[in-house]
Antibody
Framework: EVQLVESGGGLVKPGGSLRLSCAAS????????MNWVRQAPGKGLEWVSS????????YYADSVKGRFTISRDNAKNSLYLQMNSLRAEDTAVYYC????????????????WGQGTLVTVSS | SYVLTQPPSVSVAPGQTARITCGGN??????VHWYQQKPGQAPVLVVY???DRPSGIPERFSGSNSGNTATLTISRVEAGDEADYYC????????????FGGGTKLTVL
């Protein structure tokens, strides 16, 4: 059974830092791209960052570029998100999601999601 | 950047058919994926590649995609289908290709 378990969320002051982790199990972690998707309170889903299976390709949303860093450790079956210079608008539930390749017209979708970890940025 | 437009809300009586649309420029040329999210829970993939269902998703959930509109159809709607639904595509022309629609709240009357 595929499982994704996020941790590391919490309350942090504006300008502070936080590191999120996602522990994966039930599949060959090193074979899949992985993603972070967030959801602000009462809002929709927002893609944050993606990393390819071997870490060769990394992408960020404009809203977090230069402040967040995604990484992975395939030996530990773990995904990370280092978040620096946090702002109030970064307050959200952060989900770890596995990327699966779409067959019809290319690209990726998110076939498994963790339960999320809440990040609150407030003074 | 590519924009996906969903109606904010759709209401349907139990046993009827719900149709949730996702509009985008020439979306028919892209793969569309749909997620269901119930309150306090993580999203769940219900349709991928326009019309395929992951294992465990009831046949009542189906999808179609043509022209400028993709549609998620839920037949014989049940109270348990009440949730937010999001469409998602991959926009290969963008630096940020993973695009979500704004979401649709399905209310079962």
């Amino acid at each position: 059974e595929v499982q994704l378990v996020e941790s590391g969320g919490g309350l942090v002051k504006p300008g502070g830092s936080l590191r999120l982790s996602c522990a994966a199990s039930g599949f060959t972690f090193s074979s899949y791209s992985m993603n972070w998707v967030r959801q602000a309170p009462g809002k929709g889903l927002e893609w944050v960052s993606s990393i390819s299976s071997s870490s060769s390709y990394i992408y960020y949303a404009d809203s977090v570029k230069g402040r967040f860093t995604i990484s992975r450790d395939n030996a530990k079956n773990s995904l990370y998100l280092q978040m620096n210079s946090l702002r109030a608008e970064d307050t959200a539930v952060y989900y770890c999601a596995r990327g699966e390749r779409a067959m019809v017209a290319g690209g990726y979708y998110f076939d498994y999601w963790g339960q999320g970890t809440l990040v609150t940025v407030s003074s | 950047s590519y924009v996906l437009t969903q109606p904010p809300s759709v209401s349907v009586a139990p046993g009827q058919t719900a149709r949730i649309t996702c509009g985008g420029n020439n979306i028919g040329s892209k793969s569309v994926h749909w997620y269901q999210q119930k309150p306090g829970q993580a999203p769940v993939l219900v349709v991928y590649d326009d019309s395929d269902r992951p294992s465990g998703i009831p046949e009542r959930f189906s999808g179609s995609n043509s022209g400028n509109t993709a549609t998620l159809t839920i037949s014989r709607v049940e109270a348990g289908d009440e949730a937010d639904y999001y469409c998602q595509v991959w926009d290969s022309s963008s630096d940020h290709p993973r695009v979500f629609g704004g979401g649709t709240k399905l209310t079962v009357l």
